[in-house]
């Protein structure tokens, strides 16, 4: 079968597509058929090594896929053929990921039959983000309906789905705080309320809740933005961390949090899924019911698996669209 791998970490001239054995489901896996493999910047720091001590070379990137149960494991009972959506993040077992691959092995706890409102494109590229968002808003930070909500990135496809997944709990405001003006239209569409342009922030939040601050904060940018954002929490409000694109760490004053009854949580996906599987399923359905229900459009571009190069150079770029997802070997649908 056709694979992605990477050889030695580094740029992106290490992906190469070789042909590598088809992989045969250990007890309590999948064997999945891909359709498409979603990219996102994990899989760019993953190639470069920055997580070395999850995946060592040689190894296929891709934590999220769409495709068809293929064969199983011993005490799985999936039916053959069936559409699924499956993470592929838990790397409990000496690693995981392999999403880049005509077939790519899941843990059955981890894998979704698919939503038949979703086209399987759209969920391979929403997967991740949106179980994500949904945990990091809903159990993280509990949102409530009349929330006032800010989503830092969210230009990117984290923040694009996170503000859907707000405004379909109730939020009051979503706020889609951007890092430049043309992305407005895309927030707008996604159902942002209000639009805040980084280099603005300074009391841009409290200004638009009337000096009280915002009820909850969706943050995967980290540095200078997080620490301008945490002023602007509303007395009992929830920052709740699921990223750093900044590189830029930050450290909290625990007497602010004590004065201010401000919580500062954060969520990991990976390392949920490795330990609560289950639960990181049920939260990526929710939300896949969710996306599926909403009535806004799930808008990935969809590529060629030899253009995996390009797709990561983008992102090395900063240039890459909102979501991309690889094309690997799709069932025509019926017309």
């Not at 990477?6 to 054995?21: C, I, K, S």
């Not at 690693?95 to 391979?124: F, H, K, S, T």
């Not at 990935?300 to 669209?321: C, M, Q, S």
Request: without cysteine.
């Amino acid at each position: 079968m056709r694979a992605v791998v990477v050889d030695e970490f580094g740029g992106p001239e290490q992906l190469a597509v070789v042909d590598v054995p088809i992989p045969d489901p250990a007890p309590g896996e999948v064997a999945i058929a891909v359709d498409y493999a979603g990219v996102g910047f994990v899989d760019v720091l993953f190639r470069r090594g920055d997580f070395s001590t999850l995946l060592s070379p040689r190894f296929t990137p891709g934590i999220e896929v769409s495709g068809r149960v293929q064969s199983v494991g011993a005490d799985v009972d999936l039916p053959h053929g069936l559409p699924v959506v499956a993470l592929l993040n838990d790397f409990s077992r000496g690693g995981r990921a392999g999403g880049y691959a005509e077939v790519a092995l899941a843990r059955a706890d981890l894998v979704i039959p698919l939503n038949e409102r979703l086209q399987p494109e759209a969920a391979a590229g929403l997967l991740v983000n949106a179980t994500t968002a949904q945990w990091a808003l809903q159990r993280s930070a509990t949102i409530k309906r009349g929330d006032d909500v800010a989503v830092l990135g969210a230009s990117g496809g984290l923040g694009a789905v996170a503000l859907r997944l707000a405004a379909a709990a109730g939020a009051r405001r979503v706020i889609a705080v951007l890092g430049r003006p043309e992305a407005e239209p895309a927030a707008r569409q996604a159902g942002a309320t209000d639009i805040v342009l980084r280099g603005t922030l300074d009391d841009a939040l409290r200004n638009l809740t009337d000096g009280r601050g915002v009820d909850v904060v969706l943050d995967p940018v980290g540095g200078h933005a997080r620490a301008q954002v945490l002023e602007q929490v509303a007395f009992g409000g929830r920052h709740i961390v699921v990223g750093n694109a900044s590189g830029s760490d930050l450290s909290i004053s625990t007497d602010q949090l004590w004065h201010t009854s401000l919580t500062v949580g954060g969520f990991s996906l990976g390392a949920a899924a490795a330990q609560l599987p289950e639960t990181v399923a049920e939260e990526a359905l929710a939300a896949l019911e969710l996306l599926a229900a909403d009535g806004r459009q799930n808008s990935v571009e969809v590529v060629e698996l030899n253009d995996v190069i390009e797709v990561h150079r983008a992102l090395d770029a900063g240039r890459a669209p909102t979501k991309t997802v690889l094309q690997i070997n799709p069932v025509p649908r019926p017309s």
